[in-house]
Each structure stands twice: as C-alpha cells, then as structure tokens.
C-alpha cells in the first residue's frame, strides 16, 4: 500500500476531525450529562407503569438515572438518588431555585416567583413582540429581561454560551442606531410640515381679515364662521325661569250651608 506524502490534506482532515471531537467532549463536559436530557423530557403525562393509579402524573426526574419522567410512585425504586421535581407554570415547566442551584450553576438566569416560590424555566418562551420601553432581551429567544440577566431559561443558555454561537442583532431600544436616527428624521420632517399648515393658516387668516375692500382676494379659513349670538346664548346654563307666586283657590274660603 502506498502512501502519498506530497498530499498532507488526509492528515489535515483527520486532525480537524480530532479537534472538533475535542471541542464537542470540552462542551459537554461544561454541563452535567443529566441536564440535555433533563430539557428534552415531556412531564406531566400518564405514568404507563400506574396508569390506574390515583396519582399516576410524571412529574418527577431521576439525576442519577436518567430514565425519563417519573411519577410519585415510581420513586420508590429511586430512594437513594437524587431526584428533582418538575412543576408547571403557563404550559410551561419550570423548577424551585432551591433545588436547581445545589446541582447546576444558574448564573444570568432570570428567575420568577411564582406561588410563592422562585422558580427558573427549564426551556426557552419566545416573544414574538417585546413591550414597550423594554432594554433588555434574551440573548437567544429575545423574551423581555431584566438588565441584570442575559438569559429566559436553562436551555436558552446552554445555547448561548456555547462555543461559536453569536446573539442575535437586537432590533430594539437604544437612540443611537440606525432606527433611532430614522426615526429622528421622520419627526423632524413631518414637525416641518405641521409648521408650514400652519403658517399657511395664519397668512389666510391675516388676509380675510386686512382684505375687507377687495372681494375677489379674500381667501377663505380653515375654521368655519362664528355664527352671531342667539337669544339661548345669553341665557346662562341651567337658569330655568322661576314660577310665579303661588294663588290661594277662590273656593279655598267658601263655606258650604245647608
């Protein structure tokens, strides 16, 4: 078998296959092995082992095997692990803070109270519109943050702080941008504009006005004529007119005999 060493490209290509497997081992070394398939788990489903049990829901997840949602009775065969619980808030899932960050470094999370408890989510929430005023977004879904956090969820910042990944160009706040400065000369041309309708109101104004003798340069107003004043408008409002004194009946002092 020969070998050609005038073309290094195998080497080369098998050495970027041996790098980039490095990379993927350093990457998922970062995070615990349970925490992919923690977020890729459905919970909150029928347990198919005690599906005509009373309290057959999965909500719970085993750290240490790995082996998909588990119900309340399912924890018996689970009493030495570590297990977690899985709680739903909005259709959506998410874990108490105080059982998350003894095993997982949740720093950038935003964090929520909900029912009274601070909770994290376990995946990402798109926002389709930011509200208004908001400076802060998501590095990854661009869901509403507050300035202190980079992150909406667990998953979002396992993509987030992976190697190579860039955020997204955020579209909103900030008055120096290309969209602050457009907005800018929108508003400084139509201001220019509502100043010129109304210097052009004034001009006509002062002309109706001046132009008395010359019928033919009188130039009409935007604002139609005040009508002349009407007996109704010199009277005030809600001066109803007063009755007059009262009569005493003629027959009040008719004395009837018999």
């Given at each position: 078998m020969?070998?050609?060493?005038?073309?290094?490209?195998?080497?080369?290509?098998?050495?970027?296959?041996?790098?980039?497997?490095?990379d993927d081992d350093a990457e998922n070394q970062r995070w615990p092995p349970w925490l992919r398939p923690l977020l890729s788990t459905s919970f909150f489903v029928q347990c198919r082992i005690h599906a005509d049990a009373h309290k057959s829901e999965c909500n719970m997840y085993c750290l240490d095997c790995m082996n998909g949602a588990l119900c309340s009775l399912c924890l018996a065969h689970h009493r030495d692990h570590h297990a977690i619980q899985i709680r739903r808030s909005s259709y959506h899932d998410v874990i108490r803070v105080s059982e998350i960050q003894k095993v997982l470094d949740i720093a950038g999370v935003q964090t929520y109270i909900i029912n009274s408890?601070?909770?994290?989510?376990?995946?990402?929430?798109?926002?389709?519109?930011?509200?208004?005023?908001?400076?802060?977004?998501?590095?990854?879904?661009?869901?509403s943050l507050l300035d202190c956090f980079r992150f909406c969820s667990l998953g979002c910042k396992i993509v987030g702080t992976a190697r190579g990944y860039r955020p997204k160009k955020k579209k909103h706040g900030g008055s120096g941008g290309g969209g602050g400065g457009a907005n800018k000369k929108k508003r400084a041309a139509l201001a220019l504009k509502v100043?010129?309708?109304?210097?052009?109101?004034?001009?006509?104004?002062?002309?109706?006005?001046?132009?008395?003798?010359?019928?033919?340069?009188?130039?009409?107003?935007?604002s139609p004529s005040t009508p002349p004043p009407t007996y109704a408008s010199y009277r005030r409002p809600g001066n109803k007119r007063r009755k007059g004194v009262p009569h005493r009946s003629p027959f009040g002092s008719l004395i009837v005999e018999f």
């Open positions: 020969a070998i050609d060493h005038g073309n290094p490209l195998g080497l080369k290509s098998r050495g970027a296959a041996m790098g980039q497997g490095c408890a601070r909770v994290v989510f376990l995946n990402e929430r798109p926002q389709p519109r930011p509200g208004k005023g908001v400076t802060n977004t998501c590095e990854v879904c661009e869901r100043k010129d309708v109304r210097s052009d109101s004034e001009d006509s104004c002062t002309s109706t006005s001046g132009g008395g003798s010359d019928k033919s340069s009188v130039v009409q107003s935007f």
